[in-house]
């Protein structure tokens, strides 16, 4: 939408005020109000803001920054009930000359997604979130013992799922299904898959509808991977694929799976790297609780058609669905910064193509049930055990340092071993309850 169209909206719809929304290096939103009668000139210059507040933006001395408003995501936000309307924008963050901030993550996707572009790609991203809903904020208190599908009485959510839904909408965000999940009080709404950019400032949105509208009913909604012990974690499965104008890159109608040889690089470039760009797309502590063996979380580094215990995994072709041809990666959670998860996948991707990597057969089988001397025979390697480990390694990695850019890549990696040496200093509960009364 181009500003004046914006502007008359605005007098149209008699909006209040505007949310200036943009994301931190986390993922985390921010956001700041602003009224009317300053958006045409936010519009045109930006709003001036404290960069040195935000979690890996600037330091004190360099901390005037601002953020633009990208007109084509204005938006009237439908869990607001006031007089007047109010509307969201997410912003491109810049520095005060006007220049692109290279620590903002919407501008670091913008970045990769240029790199496709010129090598005449448009990238497509369809995530599956899952997230739990709990009885309050400061527990885990379950609301239904529903499963897979179930319905009521078991399934308390479906109200919840389909006023999300009903917001989400609003808010020009197309839904395809949601339905309870594998696991009591966790559920899944499904998006349809758009335009990688579109993509993320649509999880964004989509993590802030689902809490605004549990708390709407006094409940509260979680997107941490793994809230409860010996149940299953919340995943992000994300299924991507590569578009040349209107023609879907993947599809191949000759070959026995319907894959292009492109869509097989990019297999092999993800799982070339699927242990360096990890620690990015499962970014917690708690994220790695997940990613253990006996749940539908992967562990192994491995592709299949159809096979969920693979990492990638190959949905089955549905003809005439040739659009539909993706490769799903299953191992990244809805607590990433998708603008960033989506640069470095994209990025693993894309290397495999322009190195032409071979791609390993795939593995049918339930890895789960292999013996330790039957992976390392058939060479299947695991993803990291823990944070620390997932970034040490992409702290050497090329790929995710030349995806993130040297700010963002710094920032990250501090970050993340400041989470680690928390973490790992604290006595838990676990340690009590086993060690206290024999040691
Ligand atoms: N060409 C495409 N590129 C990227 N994403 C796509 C493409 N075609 C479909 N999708 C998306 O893939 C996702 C498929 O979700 P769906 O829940 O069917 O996956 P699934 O992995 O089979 O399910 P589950 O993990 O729940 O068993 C949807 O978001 C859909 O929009
Ligand atoms: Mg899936």
Not at 396 to 420: M, P, Q
Request: charged letters at 30%; glycine letters at 6%; hydrophobic letters at 40%.
């Amino acid at each position: 939408m181009a500003k004046q169209g914006i502007l008359d909206i605005v007098k149209k719809k008699n909006i209040g005020f505007v949310r200036l929304w943009f994301t931190d290096v986390l993922g985390f939103l921010k956001s700041f109000d602003i009224p009317v009668g300053e958006l045409a000139g936010a519009l045109k210059d930006g709003m001036g803001f404290d960069g040195s507040s935000i979690e890996g933006f600037s330091r004190i001395e360099e901390s005037d920054m601002l953020v633009k408003p990208d007109p084509a995501t204005f938006q009237i936000i439908p869990w607001i009930k006031e007089d007047r309307p109010v509307a969201r924008m997410f912003c491109n963050v810049l520095d005060t000359t006007g220049k692109p901030f290279p620590g903002d993550p919407r501008y670091v996707l913008k970045k990769n997604l240029e790199v496709a572009k010129k090598m005449g790609y448009t990238f497509n991203v369809g995530p599956e979130l899952e997230y739990f809903y709990f009885r309050n904020k400061g527990g885990t208190e379950i609301l239904d013992k529903g499963g897979y599908f179930d319905l009521t009485p078991m399934d308390i959510g479906q109200d919840l799922r389909r006023k999300t839904v009903v917001v989400l909408e609003k808010m020009g965000i197309d839904v395809e299904y949601w339905h309870h999940e594998v696991a009591n009080s966790q559920h899944e709404i499904d998006l349809r898959y758009n335009e990688a950019m579109i993509m993320a400032d649509n999880v964004m949105t989509y993590r802030m509808a689902v809490k605004e509208v549990a708390m709407k009913e006094n409940l509260y909604a979680t997107f941490m991977p793994k809230p409860v012990y010996g149940i299953n974690g919340s995943g992000m499965h994300t299924h991507m694929s590569l578009f040349k104008g209107k023609r879907n890159a993947f599809f191949d109608p000759k070959d026995k799976l319907h894959l292009s040889k492109t869509a097989k690089y990019f297999i092999a470039g993800l799982l070339k790297h699927a242990t360096e760009i990890c620690s990015v797309c499962c970014q917690w502590v708690n994220s790695y609780k997940r990613l253990v063996p006996g749940y539908e979380a992967p562990v192994y580094v491995s592709w299949a058609q159809r096979n969920r215990s693979a990492l990638v995994r190959v949905p089955m072709y549905k003809p005439g669905k040739e659009n539909a041809t993706r490769v799903e990666l299953r191992n990244p959670d809805p607590a990433c910064n998708p603008y960033l998860a989506f640069s470095v996948m994209l990025a693993a991707g894309l290397e495999g193509i322009k190195q032409k990597y071979p791609l390993p057969e795939q593995v049918t089988g339930n890895i789960y049930d292999m013996s330790e001397s039957e992976r390392k025979r058939r060479k299947i390697t695991s993803l990291p055990d823990d944070l620390f480990e997932a970034i040490k390694i992409t702290e050497k990695s090329a790929i995710v340092r030349k995806a993130l850019g040297d700010k963002v890549f710094e920032y990250f990696i501090r970050n993340k071993k400041d989470e680690w040496n928390e973490y790992r200093r604290q006595i838990t509960a676990y340690e009590l309850d086993k060690y206290l009364a024999i040691l």
